[in-house]
């Protein structure tokens, strides 16, 4: 976590806290854990209506948001407007207490590498709250939020809350809409809403693609690195601070270069992502190819226990994997489309649906093993041992087959590519060689390319 500083001190109207929306129920709750005050949360109507999910709702104290599509087509749009407003009145209220709202203003989780369209509803809460606050008091914020993971399709995956500084808004924007028409209001609303979204593509480094933020990640890396050896320093693994703002002065200076010299930003993009490839096929990071002998026998070693590892070890999980968990992948995969109502609620019921559905599976697996192995020890003494131990065996062996299944494709790839390159120690050292040549052309072009770009540290 990051940026707590950035937020006015507490005494007065509290704000609105707008993030966007890249990983489902995860973004909610690392913002909830990290931020030290009274958050109060918005989540869609049609959530409460799921069980279990529903209830925990009910006891965070989550307010539920009504929207047009969680009513049917014939509705009265009275009835939609009031429950709407009730919504809104509650989050505003909290908000003029001082306590911050959470709002994700796209309306749905998405694998998307930039924030998709914005809805108008932070810009309604906003100006509700606004309107509630007390004569003499400061205005309630509004602080971006960016949501930064590693990978976070993976468990465990490292992730940083930055709680930027809030939105300088325009004079015109700053004012609620009081005595206007409803289309004045609309105006109002998205005019807002557009600077909101503006803020966080800014705060979260929306890229075109996701091959884009990893060439841009990569370029932050091999800089570090590159700079480390040429001054005889270690390179050690950065904070995930460190990286963020890293990340984010490459990002300004690749949209300026984008822009004057396209063609050198795409040749350089290109051999960024070849330089990824080829040190993903050798297993190690920028860091460590200057790793000299040490490294050579590692990476000897690493290859021969990776291929072992993938090619005889695991298969047998996979097929494991396979056969325990693919029921379960289809019965997941039928609720999340058959329950919900709209695209966006599809992410979201799968974790749910998932999160209950394979660790079934999974407890399945071993009572059937265990009633196996029972059965086979009193027909066969000789199979005799412990039933309870073979079915916590079945039940890690389910749950590590369905990791394989994920990954497994991904890993036989990366490890025939390997086995490649290290062929020989000759074709290995020509690839080390080559690697660290193409990093130090590299640095030197980044650098060149950045050269008069302010906050780049590259004399002009």
């Known amino acids: 976590m990051a940026g707590l500083e950035n937020l006015p001190a507490a005494g007065g109207s509290g704000g609105i806290f707008v993030a966007w929306h890249p990983n489902a129920l995860v973004d909610g709750a690392l913002i909830l854990s990290e931020f030290p005050g009274a958050v109060v949360v918005g989540a869609r109507h049609g959530l409460f209506r799921w069980p279990l999910l529903g209830s925990l709702l009910r006891v965070l104290g989550v307010v539920p948001v009504y929207r047009r599509s969680d009513f049917p087509p014939d509705a009265d749009e009275t009835r939609r407007r009031e429950a709407n407003d009730a919504s809104i009145d509650a989050m505003a209220a909290a908000v003029t207490a001082g306590a911050y709202a959470l709002v994700f203003p796209e309306g749905q989780s998405h694998d998307e590498p930039s924030p998709t369209e914005l809805k108008t509803g932070a810009a309604r809460l906003f100006y509700r709250a606004c309107k509630k606050t007390p004569e003499g008091v400061p205005q309630p914020v509004i602080v971006p939020v960016g949501l930064h993971y590693d990978r976070k399709h993976s468990f465990g995956s490292n992730a940083l809350v930055f709680f930027h500084p ?68 270690s390179s050690s693994r950065p904070e995930m601070t460190e990286r963020i703002q890293a990340f984010s002065r490459l990002w300004a200076g690749y949209n300026e270069r984008a822009r004057t010299h396209p063609e050198e930003v795409r040749q350089i993009v290109a051999r960024l992502q070849s330089y990824h490839a080829d040190l993903a096929a050798l ?132 490890t025939l590519r390997a086995i490649r390159v290290r062929l020989t120690r000759w074709r290995q050292a020509r690839a080390l060689e080559r690697l660290r040549d193409e990093r130090a052309r590299l640095y030197d072009d980044l650098r060149e390319l950045a050269r008069g770009l302010p906050g780049t540290g590259v004399a002009t």
């Open 166 to 233: 809030p939105l300088e808004l325009a004079a015109e924007l700053r004012k609620p809409p009081t005595n206007a028409t409803d289309a004045e209001k609309r105006t109002r609303y998205r005019a807002l809403t557009d600077e909101l979204e503006r803020a966080l593509r800014e705060v979260v480094h929306a890229t075109e693609s996701w091959e884009l933020h990893q060439a841009m990640n990569r370029a932050r890396k091999l800089m570090r690195a590159e700079r480390a050896h040429r001054g005889g320093l």
């Open 283 to 414: 297993g190690i990071e920028d860091h460590e190819l200057y790793g000299g002998r040490q490294l050579e026998t590692r990476l000897a070693a690493r290859v021969v226990f990776q291929a072992l590892l993938v090619y005889f070890v695991l298969p047998p999980v996979l097929l494991i994997g396979y056969v325990v968990n693919l029921p379960a992948a289809l019965l997941v995969l039928a609720i999340s489309r058959w329950g919900a109502r709209a695209r966006k609620d599809v992410a979201s019921l799968k974790l749910i649906a998932g999160a209950i559905g394979f660790p079934l599976a999974w407890l399945a697996a071993a009572l059937v093993v265990a009633w196996g192995h029972t059965r086979l020890s009193a027909l066969y003494p000789h199979f005799s041992g412990a039933p309870v131990r073979t079915g916590a065996l079945a039940f890690a062996l389910s749950g590590l087959g369905a990791f394989v299944v994920l990954h497994y494709q991904r890993l036989a790839r990366r």
